[in-house]
């Protein structure tokens, strides 16, 4: 069937790629891209590879057929997770990220142009998707190598997929993926780098690799980062999921935080021993196991799972910030999945999917079924930290699709065992209330934080910055805080958390405290905090902790609530983490102190400074106990 491309409004450079090309498929199904994804060929595995001047034939991952969908393996242990500096900005427009000319001291336009000369080289894959959502998102296209089929179909599902052949006459793109993998080894040294060209009327994403999460995950992100930059909104990097109490009462909550910072795992059940018990923590320094029991846990109505648009047409006059999911799926991070049982609402879906999933970095047998307790050897014999599933949205039992209402936003931060013979920043307790100006410096912030699972290398406390979404951005640091500081202002009607995972002074805890929080704060509703059942940190910048926690009728230990009374930290132990923490945050804010600089977070960054006390914060912008 001859297609006709006058009403697809592409650029005419586009529109060249598509008529050189050896063959373009435009497929009209995600069967099609599963074909695809093997070459077009009925065979059980396939590899993609690309013939590299110099280098000969480079195979950069392997794709195997399994009766749940197909596992995409990487040769290579560096491909397996994403690269945080792997962003670079092409173009002349303003920008606080690294840019093309001044790393490699050329101008992008050559390179630019050599990558459409290989694209027109090749039998090509091309869809259209929404950046964002079908009702609040921007027309967008993948222009990729047929043979990589697996990744396009990674894109359908994380992004949305339009047919060429079902698009209307008003479809005009804001944004394009090209994707060409061998021009990491060509130019970039192996790198994973992902190229952005903000250009008047289209964004380009140049993926010079074919890990998705770099391009096709945070690529995208980036692009809609840029629209809102632009239009005066932003895309939070966040999870959300409406709790619903045993009693029938209902709480929205959305958790932020930096890569690994608990997103995925706030709209998961929480994991309990075999014996039903949840074991809150381990010590350790003596190996002593605390437990806890939760008769009944609430029901979880998951909303989204790593990016929730905030654009201004879906606000309303609730003075409570209102999301919706900006993807159609998600990018299922399964490395705490180490055996059967641990995530069963997720494993049934992994195992028998309504549709074929896409499996990356998991063991695949032909013919067999993918489990993801079974994760890819690293070459050093250690399983790989970064195992993942893309899982379209639509099989997601109970998913809302509306925009909800935020109650209550939670914050993550992954931190190190503290004891006072090693002390850490790991000195935050089950969970802090924070008053809007301190919700708004750690957003600012956004620690990365310990052992982060989902890239390449993370050595000490570094930040992901601005909404911890700041790495997938292409404009200026200070644009995004200002945005950030108008959101919690016109949303005076939401309450903030802070919230650890993994550990909890000496005690090793993984993701229970913000389950904990979760089954708290949903079973306390409306309820406000009195003043007087708040203790004021130690440490400034933590806000509130708790004098006392009880939940479903058991009081969680003081230990877990104000970690200096732990034996193994200690004030002294507590105090010296609070200075690594605090002379962190200070070093990190000072790069926000220009002229372009929201007033209001001015004087936030001006009270850190200042070592001011937890009051005066919340004096600065009173919080909602």
């Given amino acids: 069937m001859k297609i006709n491309q006058e009403k697809w409004n592409l650029p005419s450079y586009i529109r060249d790629i598509l008529t050189e090309s050896k063959h373009v498929y435009y497929p009209r199904s995600k069967k099609e891209l599963i074909h695809m994804a093997f070459g077009g060929e009925d065979v059980d595995t396939y590899e993609v590879a690309y013939e590299v001047p110099g280098k000969g034939n480079i195979v950069e991952a392997t794709v195997t057929r399994c009766k749940n969908g197909i596992v995409v393996n990487y040769p290579d242990d560096y491909m397996r997770r994403r690269d945080p500096d792997c962003l670079l900005v092409a173009d002349k427009n303003d920008t606080d990220k690294p840019k093309y000319d001044d790393v490699y001291n050329q ?41 990589a089929g697996f990744f396009a179909c990674a894109v359908a599902d994380l992004q949305g997929f339009t047919s060429m052949h079902d698009i209307t006459e008003d479809f005009n793109p804001k944004a394009v993926i090209f994707l060409a993998p061998p021009f990491r ?10 190229i952005h060209n903000r250009l008047t009327g289209i ?28 239009e005066g909104w932003t895309t939070v990097h966040a999870s959300t999921v409406k709790v619903i109490t045993p009693y029938d009462n209902e709480i929205v909550i959305m958790h932020e935080g930096a890569s690994g910072g608990g997103k995925s795992e706030m709209i998961e059940h929480v994991h309990r021993e075999m014996d039903g018990r949840i074991l809150l923590g381990k010590n350790t320094v003596t190996g002593e196991k605390t437990f806890i029991e939760l008769s009944e846990s609430c029901e979880l109505r998951p909303v989204t799972d790593d990016m929730a648009i905030c654009h201004p047409k879906m606000q309303n006059d609730s003075k409570k910030l209102v999301v ?29 999917p309504q549709e074929p999933l896409v499996f990356l970095n998991l063991q695949g047998v032909p013919n067999s079924t993918c489990l993801v307790w079974e994760h890819t050897l690293d070459s050093n014999g250690k399983p790989c930290p970064n195992p993942r599933v893309v899982l379209p949205r639509r099989l997601v039992q109970n998913v809302i699709d509306e925009p909800v209402e935020i109650d209550v936003r939670s914050f993550g931060v992954r931190t190190p065992a503290c004891t006072k013979k090693k002390p850490s920043y790991g000195i935050l307790g089950m969970f802090h209330i924070l008053p809007p100006a301190l919700a708004w410096l750690w957003r600012l912030v956004a620690p990365r934080g310990y052992n982060n699972p989902s890239i390449t290398s993370s050595e000490g406390m570094t930040s992901e910055g601005v909404g911890s979404y700041w790495p997938f951005a292409t404009g200026k640091m200070v644009e995004q805080a200002n945005l950030l500081m108008e959101q919690i202002l016109n949303s005076s009607h939401t309450r903030y958390l802070l919230i650890p995972n993994q550990h909890i002074g000496a005690y090793e805890v993984g993701f229970v405290p913000q389950w904990v929080a979760r089954e708290y704060i949903a079973r306390r509703g409306s309820a406000k905090f009195k003043p007087e059942h708040l203790v004021e940190a130690r440490c400034s910048v933590l806000g509130y902790g708790l004098g006392s926690l009880k939940v479903d009728g058991q009081y969680i230990r003081k230990a877990f609530l104000q970690p200096e009374m732990q034996q193994e930290v200690g004030i002294e132990g507590y105090d010296a983490g609070s200075k690594i923490l605090l002379d962190f945050f ?9 002229p372009e600089l929201h007033e209001t977070g001015r004087k936030i960054i001006e009270l850190l400074l200042s070592d001011a006390t937890v009051q005066e914060y919340n004096d600065l912008l009173p919080m909602r106990y």
């Fill in 324 to 352: 919706k999911d900006a993807e159609q799926g998600w990018f299922l991070r399964c490395d705490h999945i180490k055996s059967y049982g641990t995530a069963p609402q997720y494993e049934k879906i992994f195992i028998h």
């Fill in 203 to 230: 964004h380009e994403l140049f993926s010079y690799n074919l890990y998705p999460g770099p391009s096709a995950k945070k690529g995208i992100y980036g692009v809609l980062l840029n629209i809102g930059e632009n």
């Fill in 185 to 194: 080894h060509t130019h970039f040294d192996g790198k994973q780098i992902v």
């Fill in 107 to 147: 101008d992008f336009e050559p390179l630019r142009q050599e990558t459409f000369q290989w694209l027109k080289r090749q039998k090509l894959i091309v869809f259209a998707f929404k950046s964002g959502g079908e009702e609040y998102g921007y027309d967008t296209l993948l222009v990729s190598p047929a043979n």
């Fill in 586 to 594: 200070k070093a990190e804010v000072e790069k926000f102190l220009t």
